[in-house]
């Protein structure tokens, strides 16, 4: 009996897990039978129509016998269409048609005529043959450059069945895709550079000191003030990605389905910005089937941007709570847990009333004070805790909006985030994750200092979080100034960045 088999891979969460896939030709009374065992999803039991149509157009013929394909593991399930080419390849092995492809990992969606569609999760697909210890790496054409980043791993890029076969009967002939050699740094954003943005002094530096120790912010201010011209300033002035957070990020987005095809690692920061109108899932992650990322992980190592933040539903909010204090998303299921990682800054905007007038000076605010706090309510204490910055964003004045004051660009301020960032990698984190056991070793405060922070968790009944992550911002504060002590100023400023809670949440 015919007995053949090929490897391939699926992808669980980020990572990828090796699967074996196994085929057998016999005689059956009903020729042509073909049974799919392993768990299989739908899109994998439909495989039989792709393959047989995609082997007779290629010229390769389907054989007059019984196909069994057995994927496994069993007892793990199998989605996606990205099975065909290795199942494909066992047939025409099992027809004698090729040889043993133990030193091949093979992964691919077919058309009806042969060709080969791209697949997601191609690197972390790479990443799983290098751990396997398999030479060489088959797939799409369109994903060759992201799954070349991987070393020690020969990866192929091919466009149908027909090259496929070529490739491994006179491999000589066709060369491998080139490894990049290195992670280049991102280009300048000309189009987002904070110089472009006039007045908002003191956002602006708050953004500055967020940007440095890794905060969360939050911005009120009426409509057109420039919340959102300044959120999208603020991921330009965020360190460069190195190589492992590019790899981790990179692979996020290829699971996802929304890396650029053809593409390779990305180069920068993500900056997500998903609408009020989206669902649980859609932030966290999870679906139907296998979960999928969520927005908070398609923001790993990047930004998270939440425009009218009382305006997505409180319920989709609260689970934020999880990801911005460990840093990651578990997802639970009757078969898996699966767990994503979500380092994220979170950056949200509103308003301060639903009219946006509130505490305007030009603009009348027609806002009931029990509409305001209805409005504001939408925004739990839990959450606001674990929110380091919050801080007004007023109306620009027309002065200043006509002025010629040259405001500092992008490039400037980066180079005080990057100073700022090397300080607190020698101390072996950033200051908005520094583990609660550090704080009293690095936030020493002097005596005024002292008194000031006092002053400032009694007269706004501050919370027990919220005294931590004033130290935090006080910390970077200090980290900007050069300065190794938190002197009353740093705290100062840090509590200056809390002032919401008292003007809006008292």
């Known amino acids: ?46 495989s039989r129509e792709r393959i ?20 496994a593991p069993a007892n793990v399930r199998k989605e996606g269409a990205g099975f065909d080419l290795p199942m494909a390849l066992g047939i025409l092995g099992a027809m004698g048609s090729l040889k043993g492809l133990d030193e091949h990992l093979l992964i691919g969606e077919l058309s009806l005529d042969g060709a080969i569609r791209p697949i997601r999760g191609a690197l972390s697909i790479a990443v799983c043959a290098r751990q ?15 799954a070349s980043v991987v070393r020690d791993v020969k990866v192929f ?28 740094p991102a280009r300048e954003d000309a189009l987002h550079d904070f110089a472009d943005v006039r007045g908002q002094t003191t956002a602006k530096r708050a953004l500055q000191v967020a940007a440095a120790g890794g905060h969360n912010v ?39 389905g929304v890396l650029t095809p053809g593409g390779g690692l990305l180069q920068q920061r993500p900056f997500r910005a998903p609408h009020h109108t989206i669902s649980d899932a859609g932030l966290i992650g999870g679906g139907v089937g296998s979960p999928r990322p969520g927005e908070v992980s398609l923001a790993h190592n990047g930004l998270l941007f939440l425009d009218e933040f009382p305006e997505f539903p409180r319920n989709v909010l609260e689970l934020l709570r999880q990801p911005l204090e460990e840093l990651s998303v578990t997802i639970a299921r009757s078969n898996m847990t699966l767990n994503f990682p979500a380092n994220f800054m979170l950056v949200a905007a509103m308003n301060p009333c639903p009219c946006g007038f509130y505490g305007d000076a030009t603009r009348e605010c027609r806002c009931t004070p029990g509409i305001i706090q209805r409005y504001l309510g939408k925004i739990s204490g839990p959450l606001l805790d ?3 910055i919050n801080i007004e964003v007023p109306a620009v004045p027309y002065k200043e909006l006509r002025g010629n004051h040259v405001s500092e660009t992008s490039a400037d301020i980066r180079r005080r985030v990057d100073e700022a960032r090397i300080v607190q990698n020698a101390r072996g984190f950033y200051n908005s ?16 200092g002292e008194r000031t922070l006092e002053m400032a968790v009694r007269k706004m009944s501050l919370s027990a979080r919220a005294h931590d992550r ?37």
């Open 1 to 46: 009996m015919p007995l053949f088999k090929t490897r391939t891979a699926a992808v669980y969460g980020i990572d990828a897990h090796p699967i074996d896939v196994e085929v057998d030709l016999y005689k059956s009374g009903m020729a042509k039978d073909f049974v799919l065992v392993g768990m299989p999803d739908t899109a994998v039991r439909e």
């Open 52 to 71: 047989k149509s995609a082997l007779m157009n290629s010229g390769f013929g389907y054989p007059n016998k019984a196909v069994t394909i057995n994927l």
């Open 132 to 146: 396997q210890g398999i030479r060489n790496l088959i797939l799409p054409f369109e994903n060759a450059a992201e």
């Open 157 to 184: 890029g091919v466009r149908s069945l027909a090259e496929v076969m070529a490739l491994l009967n006179r491999p000589e002939e066709f060369a491998h895709s080139e490894p990049l050699p290195h992670l280049t």
């Open 218 to 256: 939050l911005m009120i201010g009426p409509p057109g003030s420039g919340k959102t011209m300044l959120a999208k300033r603020l991921a330009g002035v965020l360190p460069v990605l190195t190589f492992a957070e590019a790899i981790e990020t990179t692979k996020i987005h290829s699971i996802s």
């Open 386 to 388: 674990r929110i380091d």
């Open 433 to 448: 994750r520094m583990p609660s056991r550090q704080i009293r070793q690095i936030c020493v405060l002097d005596d005024t």
């Open 470 to 506: 004033i130290l935090k911002v006080a910390r970077t504060i200090a980290d900007l100034d050069h300065s190794a002590g938190v002197s009353a100023k740093h705290v100062a400023e840090a509590v200056q960045y809390r002032s919401l809670d008292r003007n809006y949440w008292c």
